[in-house]
């Protein structure tokens, strides 16, 4: 399996993003996949996951109502919509996905060395 990430950019506050990822070599039946970011300075954090065995996606508070996680299986594309972005939203954007049966919020707080698959980080940067 693997994870691409691409096509983050600069938007003001109170703007909109969408993410994209490619997710190959993974079956959605049973597949983990989680939105990650890092900010400077800080650690990375999962704001977004979703787990097929459990039938969850997870949102962390920061971001709940804000934004939305999907896919197209068809396409095995994994998007992250992101609205009304705030300066503190800014950080650099991974995706991530794993064959492996766990509870979403628990890939969210999965240790980075843990997860099979990472997508490349795309900056979202959000002016005030």
């Known amino acids: 399996g693997a994870a691409a990430g691409v096509w983050g950019g600069l938007v003001q506050s109170g703007g909109s993003l969408r993410l994209s990822c490619a997710v190959s070599?993974?079956?959605?039946?049973?597949?983990?996949i989680g939105w990650f970011r890092q900010a400077p300075g800080k650690e990375r954090e999962g704001i977004s996951c979703?787990?097929?065995?459990?039938?969850?996606?997870y949102y962390e508070d920061s971001v709940k109502g804000r934004f939305t996680m999907s896919s197209d299986n068809a396409k095995n594309m994994v998007y992250l919509q992101m609205n009304n972005l705030k300066p503190e939203d800014t950080a650099v954007y991974y995706c991530?996905?794993?064959?492996?049966?766990?509870?979403?919020?628990?890939?969210?707080?999965?240790?980075?060395?843990?997860?099979?698959?990472w997508g490349k980080g795309t900056q979202v940067t959000v002016s005030s």
């Open positions: 070599g993974f079956t959605f039946d049973d597949i983990a």
């Open positions: 979703y787990s097929s065995s459990e039938g969850v996606t």
């Open positions: 991530a996905a794993e064959g492996v049966i766990i509870r979403a919020a628990a890939f969210c707080r999965r240790s980075a060395g843990l997860v099979d698959y």
